[in-house]
């Protein structure tokens, strides 16, 4: 077996939120409690102050979930970065924050 974390950070891969789950969990299903459960108080989105979230490919279809939480979804497509790569040899994949935190 093993552990799964669900994690929320902030644009510098600080964490807001972890949820721990077994490793056999599907990302969709910890998204509702992940977003539900930030511990520092988040300020109200604004046209000025938007909230950006993104995420992989697994969470395709499920951005009325992070929307209707004031978050505006950015979902990277699966192969994007080798099909960028094709058209571009210096292209150099930008990797998502969270990836700090791990």
């Given at each position: 077996m093993g552990t799964k974390r669900s994690v929320l950070t902030d644009?510098?891969?600080l964490p807001l939120a972890v949820i721990?789950?077994?490793?056999?969990?599907?990302d969709v299903k910890l998204l509702s409690d992940t977003l539900d459960?930030?511990?520092v108080l988040r300020?109200?989105?604004s046209n000025k102050l938007p909230q950006n979230l993104c995420l992989d490919a697994s969470y395709t279809?499920?951005?009325?979930?992070?929307?209707?939480r004031g978050y505006i979804t950015h979902i990277r497509p699966r192969g994007?970065?080798?099909e960028e790569l094709k058209r571009n040899p210096h292209f150099r994949a930008?990797?998502?924050v969270v990836e700090v935190l791990h």
């Amino acid at each position: 077996m093993g552990t799964k974390r669900s994690v929320l950070t902030d644009e510098r891969g600080l964490p807001l939120a972890v949820i721990l789950s077994g490793a056999n969990t599907h990302d969709v299903k910890l998204l509702s409690d992940t977003l539900d459960n930030v511990v520092v108080l988040r300020p109200e989105p604004s046209n000025k102050l938007p909230q950006n979230l993104c995420l992989d490919a697994s969470y395709t279809g499920h951005q009325d979930e992070v929307e209707t939480r004031g978050y505006i979804t950015h979902i990277r497509p699966r192969g994007e970065e080798k099909e960028e790569l094709k058209r571009n040899p210096h292209f150099r994949a930008r990797r998502w924050v969270v990836e700090v935190l791990h």
